[in-house]
């Protein structure tokens, strides 16, 4: 098998070279090669790298497969695959690969790779796989898995309307992770806050909802125990 450096480079001049169909052909046919001698995840590494730095989405179909490999850690490589390709065109794979896994193992990487891929290429994925994301941001997966669902969704946010029952519930879901968050100190106060407004991130800490201000008639209301605006 091609050793694993090399095939990373081939990946990687193919990636850099996206018209040169010949190069790439070199670069699918050496990764389908390597796939199909590899005796485990370790050896089948290398060719998800290579696949990764190709960076065509068009080549999925390839790999479409390894989302039911028995082994989680062969679906746990495989999860990097797409990386630098454009998170809008990777969605429907990603959704596919979702719905049908149960590793969180898997998971953590899938989410990992996917708050990397939508943050670097400045766009978002779609909305079942947010809704996906959101779903499983409520099972209260591990810290790591936590914080790129976080940042992902909370990026989210920004594409998303006011009224948008999806943009509300995640502001809900994040709300009701901030007390917990500090008093664990896993360092995602930042990020789940970052796109909430002051009077949500109030109510996270208190535990109290600031959203209606409380009914005072200030011009009678004593002076030592005047309501004052909150900072």
Not at 81 to 105: I, V, Y
Not at 126 to 146: F, I, N
Not at 147 to 167: E, N, P
Not at 201 to 219: A, K, L, N, Y
Request: glycine share 6%; proline share 6%.
């Amino acid at each position: 098998m091609l050793a694993r450096h090399a095939l990373l480079a081939l990946g990687m001049q193919s990636g850099l070279d996206p018209r040169n169909d010949a190069l790439k052909q070199v670069a699918v046919d050496a990764i389908r090669t390597v796939l199909a001698q590899a005796p485990n995840s370790i050896m089948a590494s290398p060719a998800y790298g290579a696949f990764s730095n190709i960076g065509d989405h068009e080549l999925l179909p390839m790999i479409e497969g390894v989302m039911d490999h028995p082994d989680y850690s062969t679906r746990e490589v495989a999860a990097l695959a797409t990386r630098r390709m454009d998170p809008t065109k990777t969605a429907g794979f990603t959704q596919r690969w979702l719905e049908r896994e149960t590793d969180w193992r898997v998971k953590f990487t899938l989410y990992h790779n996917l708050e990397l891929q939508t943050f670097e290429a400045r766009k978002m994925t779609s909305r079942p796989v947010l809704e996906l994301a959101l779903a499983d941001l409520k099972q209260g997966p591990g810290v790591l898995t936590r914080r790129a669902l976080v940042r992902m969704l909370g990026r989210a946010l920004g594409d998303l309307s006011k009224d948008d029952t999806l943009r509300q519930e995640i502001e809900r879901q994040f709300v009701s992770m901030i007390r917990f968050e500090i008093d664990k100190r896993t360092g995602l106060y930042r990020p789940l806050t970052e796109h909430l407004d002051p009077a949500l991130i109030r109510e996270g800490i208190t535990g109290e909802s600031f959203e209606t201000p409380p009914v005072v008639d200030v011009d009678t209301t004593p002076a030592l125990i005047r309501l004052r605006p909150l900072q």
